[in-house]
């Protein structure tokens, strides 16, 4: 595998297919790699007054007001809040719940909800969308020549590929689910020697347990990374090779295993990418600051359109604050959509780069792209039941 020539051609489709752009942007905006939290946690301004005495000599203090958990007692483990009033006027407060929020304002809520999901579900069709595209049209492109149009790349996104790609993100979802509540079942298990009555018992519970949690924390680190590897390039297995997701996974699976140290390598280098692209982040969110001012004054202006034409229609069917609040719901996300506009432009080229690095490899790589290219495939077994499409034959 030529590296050099790969990261080339990455970044010089990043430039020069312009098409791409588009779904760059959404796919920054509906991912979480798009942005990155900037925000610390200062401990000066965080009220650190819950306490945890593991032994007499070892005290554990965290957030929270008054909480203080205490294992060194012969008696047992005591439980108590520093302000007992405090605790009983939360509850007489929960119990008013129902009293304080007026049927009015659990509509709101409802509507709210209900908005939210849907803004979700929009987001992850964008998202699947993109990603589909985005690989489908590289892939189209290096092997035809001929670089297909936005329209062209939206009904390559909008395929049976986009299903394809949420479907393996939900089985690594479901496994990871299943990992964490394993993984939580055994570090917490030993913490239940915590009531024994020996102080020997509750010292081998505690150190048990943690040694598990550190121990897990690492295996947690390197399965993830290798989970981050494995699923680029069973994405490309599913779209560059019009497999099905299990078909993909099998085919990945292969591929990764029979030319390990290339995609460790690649691995490595777009986790370098992704360090640059943090540091960068700080520089490059202080230079946009007039860009945002702008685009907040831009998106002010976009936004009260659509909100006061809902407000108006809405007036018309309710009264009181419902009009404002429909506009609300419809003018908020547009605004914030004006405001994240220029991060999401500039991730939108990190994630591009991205997705171009990775199919672009699957292509040098894999024995079935390997056939496409009229080279000789690497020695690694093919599944029989496998369809392969024919090489003239478009990505779709």
Do not use: H
């Not at 509540?181 to 102080?199: H, K, N, R, Y």
């Amino acid at each position: 595998m030529d590296t050099g020539k790969i990261l080339s051609r990455s970044w010089d489709l990043v430039w020069k297919y312009r098409a791409l752009w588009v779904f760059g942007i959404i796919l920054a905006f509906t991912t979480s790699s798009g942005f990155v939290w900037l925000g610390t946690l200062d401990r000066d301004n965080v009220p650190w007054e819950t306490v945890i005495k593991v032994s007499p000599t070892t005290t554990i203090y965290l957030p929270g007001e008054g909480l203080v958990l205490d294992f060194t007692d012969p008696e047992g483990v005591t439980i108590y809040l520093e302000d007992a009033d405090d605790l009983q006027a939360f509850w007489t407060e929960l119990e008013l719940w129902d009293d304080i929020i007026p049927p009015e304002i659990w509509t709101v809520i409802i509507v709210g909800a209900a908005w939210l999901a849907l803004l979700i579900l929009l987001s992850m069709v964008g998202r699947y969308t993109s990603r589909a595209a985005l690989i489908g049209m590289v892939d189209s492109s290096e092997q035809t020549g001929e670089q297909p149009g936005f329209w062209k790349g939206l009904r390559m996104g909008f395929s049976r590929n986009a299903w394809r790609l949420f479907f393996i993100d939900l089985i690594v979802f479901l496994g990871w689910l299943l990992v964490i509540v394993l993984m939580v079942s055994l570090v917490g298990a030993p913490l239940f020697l915590l009531a024994a009555d020996s102080e020997l018992g509750r010292a081998i519970g505690i150190a048990t347990s943690g040694g598990m949690f550190f121990v897990f924390l690492a295996v947690g680190v390197v399965l993830s990374a290798f989970v981050s590897l494995f699923v680029q390039v069973i994405r490309r297995a599913c779209v560059q090779d019009n497999l099905g997701v299990f078909a993909g996974i099998r085919r990945g699976w292969k591929t990764i295993f029979s030319n390990f140290t290339s995609f460790l390598l690649i691995w490595a280098i777009w986790i370098g990418v992704r360090i640059g692209w943090i540091l960068a982040l700080i520089p490059i969110v202080l230079l946009l600051t007039p860009v945002f001012l702008v685009m907040t004054l831009l998106g002010v202006f976009i936004a009260a359109a659509p909100a006061l034409i809902t407000a108006g229609i809405t007036s018309l069917l309710v009264e009181g604050l419902w009009p404002w609040i429909a506009a609300g719901l419809v003018g908020v996300p547009i605004f914030f959509l004006m405001v994240g506009l220029p991060l999401a432009f500039i991730s939108g080229f990190v994630e591009i780069f991205k997705s171009n690095l990775w199919t672009l490899s699957y292509r040098d790589l894999s024995p079935l792209q390997a056939e496409f290219k009229g080279e000789k495939p690497a020695p690694v077994e093919r599944d029989q039941d496998l369809p392969v499409r024919d090489a003239e034959a478009p990505v779709m």
